[in-house]
């Protein structure tokens, strides 16, 4: 529910001061020289492979490099998540979280290598956008803030998470948010693509998997034993008839995983499929996922076949007003900066857990690019200065309100 609005300080002006002080106006106006150093780091970062679930290698890198700036209260998690502060001048004041995910949708064994397209001003790689990009603009920021004895008006948290992308489920935002909970008014999420795109809303997501087993058996020899396939497929087909009709532009279903079988003359002992189902509120995604249920329980099913349905992934919907101080900030410096047109959008990302919580949040992204989530990903590297000047802005900004802009609260549903 939102509290009853309070008018908050000119943010026009707000930004203009934050952007005139000295070492923040020098560290802006170098943005443009230093833009290799925040592409090698992105490059740097993913070479390292990080699966969902496997990200320790990649996690010891940014520790390192945590570890090499002298931020105070460096260490991992027991998720996994990596974690160092930058001390501000009021401590008393909530904190600000600055965060990046660390994993990749791509296995271990995925090629990394990458391409420059120098005639597009472009680097093609497998995560290099999703979330190299992210990491490496979290870190750069806080080596010019340290480096420049720019000190914040409260601490900053800089966290780079686990478990962001599939089945991760937003675990690490979760652990970090139950640990820092107390201390936190405000949390800027970083994403490496989308420049421009300030997401104020999390995009709830429901994900289910449902196994099939059997006796299985031989094709000819036991061909009126129950195939596990063969009911998955009217499984299927049910659940596309009836999940179809209730997608539209705030709500979407996909079944994005199957598999089953041991060999194409066996009578399938076995077979699974997972589905995705996401929505802009939690009552639409509750009604899906009941509709799920409804058609497993409505296609016939002969004894000798089990059937087990399981939530595996559970991201909650919620939302900041778009008039809440914080999104209009991040849209002011995007204005500021001269960058162009900015959009509020909603996304599934790492926000969607301190929003559920009540902690204001937005996530940003740092450059365009595209085919994200697939070995041709690409980055632009034109406007990686742009985005990092956006992050600078906002960044120092949100620090020093995140006692006034903390009084806002997220409203639950879209």
């Given at each position: 529910m939102?509290?009853?609005?309070i008018?908050p300080?000119?943010?026009?002006a707000c930004?203009?001061?934050q952007?005139?002080?000295?070492k923040?106006?020098g560290?802006l106006a170098e943005?443009?020289a230093?833009?290799?150093?925040?592409?090698?780091?992105?490059l740097?970062?993913?070479?390292?492979?990080?699966?969902t679930?496997?990200?320790q290698?990649?996690?010891e890198a940014?520790?390192?490099r945590?570890d090499s700036?002298?931020?105070?209260?460096v260490h991992?998690d027991e998720?996994g998540?990596?974690?160092g502060?930058?001390?501000?001048t009021n401590?008393?004041?909530?904190?600000l979280m600055?965060?990046?995910h660390l994993d990749?949708?791509?296995?271990l064994?995925?090629?990394l290598?990458t391409?420059?397209?120098?005639?597009?001003?472009?680097?093609?790689g497998?995560?290099?956008?999703?979330?190299?990009?992210?990491?490496a603009a979290m870190?750069t920021?806080a080596?010019?803030?340290?480096?420049?004895s720019?000190?914040p008006a409260?601490?900053i948290?800089?966290?780079?998470?686990?478990?962001e992308?599939?089945?991760?489920?937003?675990?690490g935002?979760?652990?970090?948010?139950q640990?820092l909970a107390?201390?936190?008014?405000l949390v800027i999420v970083i994403?490496?693509l989308g420049l421009?795109?300030?997401?104020?809303?999390?995009?709830?997501?429901?994900?289910?998997?449902i196994e099939i087993?059997g006796?299985?058996?031989?094709s000819w020899l036991?061909h009126?034993?129950p195939?596990?396939i063969?009911h998955?497929?009217?499984l299927?087909t049910?659940l596309?008839?009836?999940?179809?009709r209730?997608t539209?532009?705030g709500?979407?279903?996909?079944i994005?995983?199957?598999?089953?079988?041991?060999s194409?003359?066996?009578?399938?002992?076995?077979?699974?499929?997972?589905?995705?189902?996401?929505?802009?509120?939690?009552?639409?995604?509750?009604?899906?996922?009941?509709?799920?249920?409804d058609?497993?329980d409505?296609i016939?099913r002969?004894?000798e076949l089990?059937i087990?349905t399981?939530?595996?992934?559970?991201?909650?919907s919620a939302?900041?007003s778009?008039?809440?101080p914080?999104?209009?900030?991040?849209?002011?410096v995007?204005?500021?900066?001269?960058?162009?047109?900015s959009?509020?959008?909603?996304g599934?990302t790492?926000?969607n857990?301190?929003?559920?919580?009540?902690?204001p949040?937005?996530?940003?992204g740092?450059?365009t690019?595209?085919?994200?989530h697939s070995?041709?990903?690409?980055?632009?590297?034109?406007p990686?200065a742009?985005?990092?000047q956006q992050?600078?802005?906002l960044?120092?900004?949100a620090?020093e309100h995140?006692?006034?802009?903390q009084?806002w609260?997220c409203s639950?549903?879209?």
């Open positions: 939102l509290m009853e609005q008018t300080s000119p943010l026009p930004i203009r001061k952007a005139t002080q000295p923040v106006a560290l943005w443009p230093l833009t290799g150093d925040v592409t090698n780091e992105a740097t970062i993913q070479a390292i492979p990080a699966p679930f496997k990200e290698a990649r996690a940014i520790r390192s945590f700036l002298g931020l105070q209260d991992q998720a998540n990596v974690i502060r930058t001390p501000g401590p008393l004041l909530p904190a600055i965060s990046a990749t949708v791509f296995p064994d995925t090629n290598t391409y420059h397209d120098t005639a597009a001003r472009r680097i093609i497998p995560g290099l956008g999703d979330n190299s990009m992210g990491l870190f920021l080596k010019q803030i340290t480096s420049r720019i000190v409260c601490d948290w800089w966290t780079a998470t686990v478990g992308e599939g089945l991760g489920d937003l675990r935002m979760r652990c970090l948010c640990s107390e201390k936190l008014g994403e490496g421009g795109h300030i997401y104020h809303a999390g995009l709830g997501v429901r994900r289910l998997s087993a006796p299985g058996g031989h036991h009126d034993r195939s596990a063969h998955l497929l009217k299927g049910e596309l008839d009836r999940l179809s209730l539209h532009s709500a979407t279903f996909n994005g995983l199957i598999s089953g079988g041991t194409i003359n066996t009578r399938a002992p076995q077979a699974s499929l997972a589905i995705d189902l996401r929505a802009t509120n939690d009552q639409i995604l509750a009604h899906m996922e009941n509709s799920v249920m058609v497993v409505a016939p002969p004894a089990e087990d399981e939530v595996i992934g559970n991201r909650p939302t900041l778009p008039t809440h914080l999104v209009q900030a991040a849209q002011g995007i204005e500021y900066i001269d960058w162009g047109p959009a509020i959008d909603v599934s790492d926000a857990i301190p929003l559920a919580m009540g902690i949040s937005v996530c940003i740092i450059t690019g595209g085919n994200a070995i041709k990903e690409y980055i632009d590297t034109a990686i742009s985005g990092m992050l600078t802005l960044a120092l900004l620090s995140t006692k006034d802009w009084d609260h639950s549903t879209l």
